[in-house]
């Protein structure tokens, strides 16, 4: 499995931005896709998931309420949708596939990263 996300930038408090994350390699509606971020110095950050079934699981207090996750079978591409957004939102956030899960050890393929700057 190939994962490409893109959708990051350099944006303000309070904007909002998307991400997405095409998957290619194997039939999209049989993966389950996640969504990690990563400071430097940092562990990767569970940000979201998403299952095959669409059952969606989220992130700590940090994130709910502004972040959303979907996904696209008919373009095999998971999106995260991030409203609101806070310099501690700051990160490079990475997909993630083949598990529904909050642990980075669980998933076996990982796109290369987009950076997400905000700035206050």
């Known amino acids: 499995v190939q994962l490409q996300a893109s959708g990051g930038g350099l944006v303000q408090a309070g904007d909002s931005l998307r991400l997405s994350c095409a998957a290619s390699?194997?039939?999209?509606?049989?993966?389950?896709m996640g969504w990690f971020r990563q400071v430097p110095g940092k562990e990767r950050e569970f940000v979201a998931a998403?299952?095959?079934?669409?059952?969606?699981?989220y992130g700590g207090d940090s994130v709910k309420g502004r972040f959303a996750i979907s996904s696209d079978n008919t373009k095999s591409t998971v999106y995260l949708q991030m409203n609101g957004l806070k310099p501690e939102d700051t990160a490079v956030y990475y997909c993630?596939?083949?598990?529904?899960?909050?642990?980075?050890?669980?998933?076996?393929?990982w796109g290369q990263g987009t950076q997400v700057t905000v700035s206050s």
């Open positions: 993630a596939a083949n598990s529904w899960s909050t642990r980075p050890d669980d998933y076996a393929y």
């Open positions: 998403i299952s095959r079934s669409g059952l969606r699981l």
């Open positions: 390699g194997r039939p999209f509606s049989s993966l389950d």
